[in-house]
């Protein structure tokens, strides 16, 4: 019965912590760029975006895809550096765990 116990109050600590890191990947900020970094991406890492900066050279009529291009893909670098800290956060978290490799969280 006792180990039912301690293991509840590793359940509540981790849903605590859980908790908590959630509320920091709100705070933190990943910037993404593409073109050599004449288009820039500002976002949390919860995935929203905040800023989105455009070298005035890039405003071209001629050349409006090339530029959605660019931003796309300032968002997706961004995107990937936003669930990479997310990863770190948690892996932070669930170190001493038993868990699966390779097993996410939140599942």
């Known amino acids: 019965m006792r180990d039912i116990m301690g293991i509840m109050k590793q359940a509540q600590a ?15 900020e990943v910037s993404g760029a593409s073109g050599g970094g004449s288009v820039r991406v500002t976002m949390t890492a919860k ?4 800023a989105v900066a455009i070298d005035p050279s890039l405003m071209v009529a001629d050349e409006r895809e090339i530029l959605e291009d660019l931003v796309l893909a300032a968002v997706n670098d961004a995107r990937g550096k936003a669930e990479q800290a997310a990863q770190e956060r948690m892996a932070e978290m669930t170190k001493g765990l038993p868990l699966p490799p390779g097993m996410k969280l939140p599942f």
């Not at 981790?14 to 933190?28: F, N, P, S, Y």
Request: hydrophobic residues 45%; charged residues 25%.
């Open 14 to 28: 981790m849903q605590e912590k859980m908790a908590g890191i959630q509320a920091e990947l709100d705070t933190v």
């Open 47 to 50: 995935g929203l975006v905040k």
